[in-house]
């Protein structure tokens, strides 16, 4: 069964749902303003946020949440334990279970950090050890809010890449106001402010319609060059390669250089 919400209003931000239906699987952006109900939509999904009207109706899939903050979801003393706190002795001893759980530690580099205290982990390590539980409960949604937070270039990829692996066979929902991360591999999204609406949209149009001030000269000029509709693709501004090919098929075309 498919996740159904119906008029529904969240509370304090005003986001009005009339009725959104969860595509079944894939990696869909959930962007919008400060304050506009993004993360509010993700515990509401999540089954942490209660509402006056309406109906959620999560159609009896498991969701996992990765909250802005991880620290709120942190509760053990260590790595290790917040990771298999949920599992008996014996299932731990299972041969299967034993190479799901290696995998699960060396995606998120936790080998080092194995028995280290939650509490003295870094913001990054702390999201990484969330992404990681998630990973490892393998539930059918997957909510990510801010996944990229105190996270290096090398880590952006790789959660990117696992993403991407994941929304295969599962529904991925990224809240996020990092524009370049996200067009780099995201096609959909939804876009929060006053109304939710039902169809995902797409995300080049999106970032066109809603974007900030350029955060760097590549996004400016293709916005220059969206703006006086010249062909080029609305988010191949994040692959510097592929941005620098454009212009110059654009600047040949336009000078009749052979």
């Known amino acids: 069964m498919a996740i159904i919400v119906k008029d529904v209003t969240l509370p304090f931000s005003g986001l009005h749902i009339a009725q959104w239906i969860a595509p079944p699987r894939g990696a869909y952006a959930v962007m919008g303003p400060n304050g506009s109900g993004k993360s509010q939509w993700l515990a509401l999904l999540a089954g942490q946020l209660r509402v006056r009207s309406g109906t959620v109706d999560l159609g ?64 990054g390590q702390k999201r990484r050890l969330v992404c990681a539980v998630y990973d490892f409960l393998d539930p059918e949604v997957f909510l990510l809010d801010e996944p990229t937070e105190g996270l290096d270039v090398t880590w952006k990829s790789r959660i990117r890449d696992w993403i991407i692996a994941r929304s295969e066979n599962h529904l991925m929902l990224i809240v996020s106001h990092d524009w370049p991360w996200v067009l780099s591999f995201v096609s959909q999204g939804y876009w929060c402010e006053g109304v939710l609406d039902n169809i995902p949209q797409d995300l080049g149009e999106m970032w066109y319609a809603h974007s900030l001030p350029p955060s760097s000269p590549l996004e400016s000029l293709w916005r220059t060059l969206c703006e006086r ?30």
């Open 60 to 123: 009896g899939h498991r969701v996992g949440w990765v909250m802005q903050q991880p620290e709120h979801q942190l509760s053990e003393e260590s790595v290790s334990r917040e990771i298999l706190w949920p599992f008996s002795s014996v299932k731990q001893n299972e041969p299967a279970f034993r190479q799901s759980l290696d995998a699960v530690k060396e995606r998120w580099g936790l080998e080092d950090l194995w028995e280290h205290s939650v509490w003295s982990l870094s913001t």
């Open 229 to 258: 509709g010249a062909p080029v693709g609305l988010r191949d501004w994040v692959d510097p390669h592929t941005a620098a090919q454009q212009v110059v098929s654009l600047w040949k075309t336009q000078s009749n250089v052979r």
